[in-house]
Nanobody, 126 residues
Framework: QVQLVESGGGLVQPGGSLRLSCAASGSTFSSYAMGWFRQAPGKEREFVAS????????YYTDSVKGRFTISRDNAEKTVYLQMNSLDAEDTAVYYCAARGAMLYYTPESVAEFSSWGQGTQVTVSS
């Protein structure tokens, strides 16, 4: 099992940027595909992006393509989400998630992930 801790959230103006980090501990990080999800008040948790074990494959939900970039550093056991051109619709609690996976697999549903962080709040407002 892997433990996950997110950081980097905060308040940002529309059009601004944030970089979220998710630090992992407790297991072999490179064995896990990683993902980012978000949940806005009153809404279900939704997929944002995922990255395969070695970082070769990445997958994004349509609403963030071209604005968000997921990356990972297996030596540092950390996955990142660079978020640019933020708008109010991006306001949510952002969660990091992990699952053991085949090398190039990029899971995209809540049910596919077995480990979750506690979340970090991102608020986009002027």
């Amino acid at each position: 099992q892997v433990q996950l801790v997110e950081s980097g959230g905060g308040l940002v103006q529309p059009g601004g940027s944030l970089r979220l980090s998710c630090a992992a501990s407790g297991s072999t990080f490179s064995s896990y595909a990683m993902g980012w999800f978000r949940q806005a008040p009153g809404k279900e948790r939704e997929f944002v992006a995922s990255i395969s074990r070695g970082g070769h494959n990445k997958y994004y939900t349509d609403s963030v393509k071209g604005r968000f970039t997921i990356s990972r550093d297996n030596a540092e056991k950390t996955v990142y989400l660079q978020m640019n051109s933020l708008d109010a619709e991006d306001t949510a609690v952002y969660y990091c998630a992990a699952r053991g996976a085949m090398l190039y697999y990029t899971p995209e549903s809540v049910a596919e992930f077995s480990s979750w962080g506690q979340g970090t709040q991102v608020t986009v407002s002027s």
